[in-house]
């Protein structure tokens, strides 16, 4: 080996590197700080209080959890299928998959929306214990992510639909799309804690 080629990657070529750009990986590791310390709240109020938490996700709908699940794990499908539309050079095919991309995000807002109201008619509240307050703060924060989210990526669309970004330049659909998959991700981890582990 010499100091011309590398093995792992063809003569002359330009070295991977990660998708995105610096000031969204800084957002991104700010956001996971955020929702890391809601899951250290999570564990605390747990070991403090493991009947409320046992008994907690028993309440819960965990159909609509598990429907947010398969939606958001389809929403991240649709931005990767846009992202590889996009570097083929097909901005329409691009949109379709992230319109689709923006079609789960707001059915997810919609069950959750529902989900709040079918456990406030069950009397679930912020206040009816602990595990309750824990369970509306973490998932209204990734509502709310969710939300922003969604409205990024039809920012994103019109750029595509009016050409600013194309096959060599859409740095703000990596942006986005590696933006998506951390709220992804976060739910992900969210579901199994909430409304799974007893």
Same mark, same amino acid.
Request: charged share 10%.
């Given at each position: ?10 003569? &002359?070529? #330009?070295?991977? #590197?990660?998708?995105? +750009?610096?000031?969204? @990986?800084? /957002? =991104? ?13 999570? !564990? ?9 938490? /046992? ?14 699940? %398969?939606?958001?794990?389809? +929403?991240?499908? !649709? ?5 590889? /539309? ?6 329409? /095919?691009? +949109?379709? @998959? %992230? ?5 789960? &995000?707001? +059915?997810? %807002? ?7 109201? @079918? ?10 214990? *602990? ?6 703060? =973490?998932? !209204? ?11 990024? *990526?039809?920012?994103? =669309? ?5 050409? *600013? ?14 933006? @998506? ?15 799974? =582990?007893?």
């Amino acid at each position: 080996m010499n100091a011309i080629t590398h093995p792992a990657r063809p003569f &002359g070529a #330009k070295p991977r #590197k990660i998708p995105g +750009s610096l000031a969204i @990986w800084a /957002a =991104i590791l700010a956001e996971m700080s955020e929702f890391a310390v809601m899951f250290i709240v999570y !564990f605390l109020a747990k070991v403090h209080n493991p009947e409320i938490f /046992a008994e907690g996700p028993l309440k819960l709908n965990t159909t609509a959890g598990t429907v947010n699940t %398969l939606i958001m794990l389809t +929403s991240s499908f !649709f931005v990767v299928r846009g992202v590889i /539309a996009l570097r083929n050079n097909n901005s329409v /095919a691009c +949109s379709r @998959w %992230l319109w689709g991309a923006v079609i789960c &995000g707001g +059915s997810y %807002l919609v069950i959750k929306y529902f989900e709040y109201r @079918w456990n406030t008619a069950q009397g679930l509240e912020t206040e009816t214990n *602990i595990f309750y307050g824990v369970y509306y703060y =973490i998932t !209204f924060n990734h509502f709310l992510h969710v939300g922003w989210g969604s409205a990024a *990526i039809v920012w994103v =669309i019109y750029r595509v639909n009016t050409g *600013i970004y194309t096959k060599n330049e859409h740095e703000g659909l990596l942006n986005i799309a590696v933006y @998506w998959h951390m709220i992804d991700l976060a739910w992900i981890t969210i579901f199994p804690l909430l409304y799974v =582990i007893r």
